[in-house]
C-alpha cells in the first residue's frame, strides 16, 4: 500500500464536506421526495455515503441502491464500453432517480447509466458528480450536481483509485510523480 504522504491534496476533508452539504441543499429542492439515490460502483461509495448522510441533514429520506459499471481501457483513458457487472433490483417506472458517481470525464459511464433508466421509464434522471474534467467529455451529457471541477489530471482518494489503491484516502489527491508504479497504471476495472 502507497502511504499517503506521497499524495498531493487536490481537494481537502472540509472542503468536501462543506460541499456536500451544499450539494444536498440543491438536490432536495431539485427533486422529489420519493427519491431513489443510485451509487454507481466502485469509484463513488464513499461520497455517495456522505452524500447520502448529508441528505438525511436536510431531511430528505431517499432510497438507496447500487450499479456496479465498469469501463475498460488502457492505462488511464476508459475505452468507452461500459458493461454493468451488478444492477439495481429497484423499478425505476415514474421515479425521480439520482445517480451519483465520482467523476464525470467523457461522459460514457453516466450517459450509458442515464439511458439505461430511462429506456426502463424513469421520470427523471438526475446526475451528481463529486468531480467533473470538463475538456475530456466525448458524449453529450451535463451533470445536475457538481462538486468542484477537476483540472485535467489522474486523481485518487476519498473512494478512486489506481488498481485499487488509495481509495481509503478522507480526500482527493493527485499521485506525486514516480509515487506509483508504473503498472498500477495498467488495464484494470474502475
Ligand atoms: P467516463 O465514462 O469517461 O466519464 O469515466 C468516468 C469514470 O472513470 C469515473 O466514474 C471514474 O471511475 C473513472 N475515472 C475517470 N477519471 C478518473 C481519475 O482521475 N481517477 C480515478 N478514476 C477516474
Ligand atoms: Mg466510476
Known amino acids: 500500500m502507497k502511504p499517503s504522504h506521497q499524495i498531493r491534496t487536490l481537494f481537502d476533508e472540509n472542503q468536501i464536506a462543506r460541499r456536500n452539504q451544499e450539494m444536498a441543499q440543491a438536490i432536495v429542492a431539485a427533486s422529489s421526495p420519493d427519491l431513489?439515490?443510485?451509487a454507481v460502483l466502485k469509484g463513488s461509495f464513499m461520497f455517495?455515503?456522505?452524500?447520502i448522510r448529508a441528505l438525511h441533514r436536510v431531511d430528505a429520506a431517499p432510497q438507496v441502491e447500487f450499479i456496479h459499471l465498469s469501463s475498460y481501457g488502457t492505462g488511464t483513458v476508459s475505452s468507452g464500453q461500459v458493461t454493468v457487472l451488478r444492477d439495481i433490483e429497484s423499478e425505476v417506472v415514474g421515479r425521480d432517480v439520482l445517480l451519483v458517481d465520482d467523476i464525470l470525464e467523457s461522459g460514457?459511464?453516466?450517459s450509458f447509466a442515464k439511458d439505461l433508466l430511462m429506456a426502463r421509464g424513469a421520470r427523471r434522471v438526475l446526475v451528481a458528480v463529486l468531480l467533473e474534467k470538463k475538456s475530456r467529455r466525448a458524449v453529450q451529457i451535463e451533470a445536475d450536481f457538481v462538486g468542484f471541477t477537476c483540472p485535467d489530471m489522474f486523481v485518487v482518494g476519498y473512494g478512486m483509485d489506481v488498481a485499487h489503491s488509495?481509495?481509503?484516502?478522507?480526500?482527493?489527491?493527485?499521485?506525486?510523480?514516480?509515487?506509483?508504479?508504473?503498472?498500477?497504471?495498467?488495464d484494470r476495472t474502475r
Open 36 to 38: 431513489l439515490v443510485v
Open 48 to 51: 455517495a455515503a456522505d452524500l
Open 108 to 110: 460514457r459511464t453516466l
Open 166 to 186: 488509495f481509495r481509503q484516502l478522507p480526500f482527493v489527491g493527485v499521485v506525486a510523480h514516480g509515487a506509483a508504479e508504473p503498472d498500477l497504471f495498467d
